[in-house]
């Protein structure tokens, strides 16, 4: 299981909060500081996860800015996982489609695109991939 926590000492007024248990995630709605906010934490099942991860962003078209997607994706989405001639499937390869239609920046690999840091590499696959993602838009 994924966890977001909000620190007390941040003045967080709630406004809505969405939960999903098909698709794994709970969308909580609100402002700081006079500011609207949305945090999405999603967490997608090891089976299937790249079909689970684009229905659950589809199902989230209509975040606005202000937008942090967080979790366990069980699935690869940054650059550095494409940079290396594996194949990947037909349903990952959509799910980029999806994240890049969407406009979502992977903030780990906005500062760090080439780090392996904090990735795990697969021997049989030949594939560096991190499956816990912080997203924005």
């Known amino acids: ?3 977001k926590l909000i620190s007390d000492k941040t003045d967080f007024k ?3 909060i969405k939960r999903n248990k098909e698709s794994h995630y709970i969308m909580i709605k609100g ?5 609207d906010v949305t945090i999405v934490n999603i967490y997608a099942l090891n089976t299937g996860a790249p079909i689970c991860m684009k229905q659950t962003l589809l199902e989230l078209r209509e975040i606005g800015p202000n937008t942090i997607i967080a979790g366990d994706f069980n699935t690869p989405l940054s650059a ?3 940079l290396y001639r594996q194949k990947i499937s037909k349903e990952t390869s959509d799910l980029f489609c999806t994240t890049d239609q969407m406009n979502l920046i992977d903030s780990y690999r906005t500062f760090y695109p080439m780090a ?14 991190r499956v816990d993602h912080v997203v924005g838009h």
């Open 31 to 35: 402002s700081i500081q006079q500011e």
């Open 14 to 16: 709630t406004k809505t």
């Open 1 to 3: 299981g994924v966890a």
């Open 116 to 129: 392996v840091q904090h990735t795990y590499f697969s021997s049989a696959h030949r594939l560096f991939s």
């Open 80 to 82: 550095l996982n494409r």
